[in-house]
């Protein structure tokens, strides 16, 4: 299957500190990925959808001056947690989709972050 | 709103036991169902599937879906310790746009496989 490429794999930082993570589409490219955040032994939930070249688009409730999300290649995209504070703690995943494999997402190994 | 409830939640079951996992559906416009696992990190892919009856199967591992019922069961036989994980059922939402699609997930099922 396709290859996603998440970095960094763990996180640890002090409250107010930006942290930036990416997420690489390895053997395919991709208009579009998808970042999701995890809480425990909860379902994936969907904070945004990333599209190349175009400002993300926001799940209701995500504040986006919180998380800066930059598609700017057919193969990267970042999210960054500004100014974290502990309650941003979580389980960040990203994922893609390689055209014309339908509807299949494929994921990122996941970033945990722990804000202090 | 498109719903995806997956069931049991949890099982705990003994190796070389066989499980059926569960999903059912209720969404305004059906493309494909999927099935991920997830242990410890991000879900892995392990099926897609489109139309009704026709099995798909990986080793251990079988998939089937019922368009009629809008379900879809998977079914894991001589379990294994490395079964153990969370099995995630996800159908895309809306037409198909032809842009990467959001995905509607269930809540899962957490298997556990003991010796």
């Known amino acids: 299957g396709a290859v996603v490429s998440q970095h960094p794999s763990r996180v640890i930082c002090k409250s107010g500190t930006s942290v930036k993570i990416e997420c690489r589409s390895l053997?395919?490219?991709?208009?579009?990925m998808f970042w999701y955040r995890q809480f425990p032994k909860k379902s994936l939930m969907l904070m945004a959808t990333?599209?190349?070249?175009?400002?993300?688009?926001?799940e209701q409730g995500v504040e986006k001056d919180k998380f800066l999300i930059n598609h700017a290649s057919l193969t990267l995209s970042t999210l960054t947690v500004t100014s974290a504070h502990p309650e941003d703690s979580s389980f960040y995943i990203c994922?893609?989709?390689?055209?014309?494999?339908?509807?299949?997402?494929?994921f990122g190994a996941g970033t945990r972050l722990s804000v202090l | 709103e498109d719903k995806v409830v997956q069931s049991p939640l949890s099982l705990v079951v003994h190796e070389g036991d066989t499980v059926t996992l569960n999903c059912s559906y209720e969404?305004?416009?059906?493309?494909?169902l999927l099935w991920y696992k997830q242990e410890k990190k991000a879900p892995t892919f392990l099926f897609m599937l489109?139309?009704?009856?026709i099995e798909k199967k990986s080793g251990r591992l079988s998939s089937i879906l019922d368009k009629k019922e809008l379900f879809s069961i998977l079914n894991i036989t001589a379990t294994q310790t490395g079964d153990s994980a969370v099995y995630l059922c996800?159908?895309?939402?809306?037409?198909?746009?032809?842009?990467?699609?959001?995905?509607?997930f269930g809540t899962g099922t957490r298997l556990q496989v003991t010796l």
């Open positions: 994922s893609a989709s390689p055209a014309g494999i339908g509807n299949i997402q494929y």
């Open positions: 053997d395919f490219q991709a208009t579009t």
């Open positions: 990333s599209n190349e070249g175009s400002k993300a688009t926001y």
């Open positions: 969404v305004t416009n059906f493309r494909s």
């Open positions: 489109t139309s009704s009856g």
């Open positions: 996800a159908l895309p939402r809306g037409v198909n746009t032809g842009t990467a699609s959001k995905l509607t």
